[in-house]
Each structure stands twice: as structure tokens, then as C-alpha cells.
């Protein structure tokens, strides 16, 4: 498909990368590719533009000096609201799968490596996007309890005694997977469907963080279940 026949997403995408040339080029390729970008030069500006608008997306370059991309997703994910739920995917030179996971850990939906093909940036872009899609609210749904904390499904919402629990998008698209058929187990295959990791991994991760936020000892998990072989179940009181 050539750019002129691409259709228009009309969604509004941050790039935040301190490289000059590597901005513009990013930015001129995804507007192009029918995408609205606004572009930050680091954290301090990109920190300004997230607290003043809203996003479908934000691309972080990992190495960026001042602030990096790991701790600008930190603070992201710390903000109340969308803005704190805005999905991430982040642009790294380094290879190790350490670095990978901590971004994963951090809360970013995805990461490519640098060099990286523009067209795998677009595709992981629009898969993040539809992962966000599925996880805004739908017709069918409800609210299950996990023993103080409680998830609507309808909302994509969690609750920890009646507190709001802060979820990524990627996040609450896994909790409404499990929840459509709870006590029953999931395949972590099935669950990573559409994923750009189709191995699981970042599934894997996606549960850790969850633990922490549901469990009251996330080693030994009560309502986020391990089925050795097969993958997860949500077990609701």
C-alpha cells in the first residue's frame, strides 16, 4: 500500500526522541503514513505536552540524556487518568532482553529495536493501537471481585478498596480476556493473539504487574492463576 492509498487514522501519536534527524524522519514518515505527530525533543518537553493533551500513542527513545525514556514511562504511568494510560511503545539501541524486560516491567506496551524498518514501526504502532481499541469499554462486561480489589469490565476499571488502581491499556485488555470466561484457563498463546510478541513474553510480564496491583501475595496468586501448560485464569470471588 502506497502512502496515497493509506487511510486516514485521524490518531494523534507523541514522538520523543533528543536525535534531530531521527525526530523529523519519524515524524514526517508517520504523518505521511496518515497519522497526526507531535514531536519533543526530550523528557521535559514531552512531560509539558502529556500533561496538556491527549494521545493514541507515545514513542520513547530509551537513550536520551537528562531524562530516558525508562523514566519518562515511569512517570507516565504514575499520572491519574488517560494521560497516565496512554500507551507506549519505546525505541532502543540496546539488544540485551534485560533492558527489554525492564521496559515491559515499566509499563510500555512495546519496544523495537534501533536499526529498526519503518514499516515494523508501523505495524507495531497500529497492533498497540488495536490492542487499545479492544480494551475501552463494550456492551458485555460487569464487575468481578478479587477479594479487596474489584475489576468492571464495562469500564476497564480495578479498584483496591474502592481506590482507583492505575492500568495501561495493555493491562486492561488482558484482565477483560480473562474475565469473559472466569474460572476458566486461558491459553497464554491465545492470550498474546494480535501481540507483536507472539511468543508470550510480554503477556508474562502484563501478569507480574497485575499481581502486584490484585494480590495480596503476589508469589502465591489467589484470583491471577498459573494453569501449568496452558497459561492464566482470573478466578473472581
Not at 23 to 28: F, H, S
Not at 59 to 66: A, L
Not at 102 to 117: H, R, S, V
Request: proline share 6%; glycine share 8%.
Amino acid at each position: 500500500m502506497s502512502f496515497s492509498d493509506a487511510p486516514p487514522r485521524n490518531r494523534h501519536l507523541l514522538v520523543v526522541d533528543d536525535d534531530d534527524r531521527i525526530r523529523d524522519l519519524l515524524k514526517e514518515y508517520l504523518t505521511r503514513a496518515g497519522f497526526r505527530v507531535t514531536a519533543a525533543a526530550g523528557g521535559a518537553p514531552a512531560r509539558r505536552l502529556l500533561s496538556t493533551l491527549d494521545f493514541d500513542l507515545a514513542v520513547f527513545d530509551v537513550m536520551m540524556p537528562g531524562e530516558d525514556g525508562f523514566s519518562l514511562t515511569r512517570w507516565l504511568r504514575e499520572q491519574r487518568g488517560v494521560s497516565g494510560r496512554t500507551p507506549v511503545l519505546m525505541l532502543t539501541a540496546k539488544t540485551e532482553s534485560a533492558d527489554r524486560i525492564e521496559g515491559l516491567k515499566l509499563g510500555a506496551d512495546d519496544y523495537l529495536g534501533k536499526p529498526f524498518e519503518p514499516e515494523e514501526l508501523l505495524l507495531r504502532i497500529e497492533a498497540i493501537l488495536r490492542r487499545a481499541a479492544d480494551a475501552r469499554p463494550q456492551a458485555a462486561g460487569g464487575s468481578l471481585s478479587l477479594g479487596r480489589c474489584a475489576f468492571d469490565a464495562d469500564r476497564g476499571e480495578l479498584t483496591n478498596a474502592g481506590e482507583p488502581v492505575r492500568l495501561t491499556e495493555a493491562e486492561v485488555a488482558l484482565l477483560r480476556q480473562l474475565a469473559r470466561t472466569p474460572h476458566e484457563a486461558v491459553d497464554r498463546l491465545e492470550l498474546a493473539r494480535g501481540s507483536v510478541d507472539p511468543s508470550g513474553r510480554a503477556v508474562d510480564v502484563q501478569v507480574t504487574r497485575l499481581r502486584r496491583k490484585i494480590e495480596d501475595d503476589p508469589k502465591t496468586p489467589r484470583y491471577l492463576q498459573t494453569v501449568r501448560g496452558v497459561g492464566y485464569r482470573l478466578v473472581p470471588d
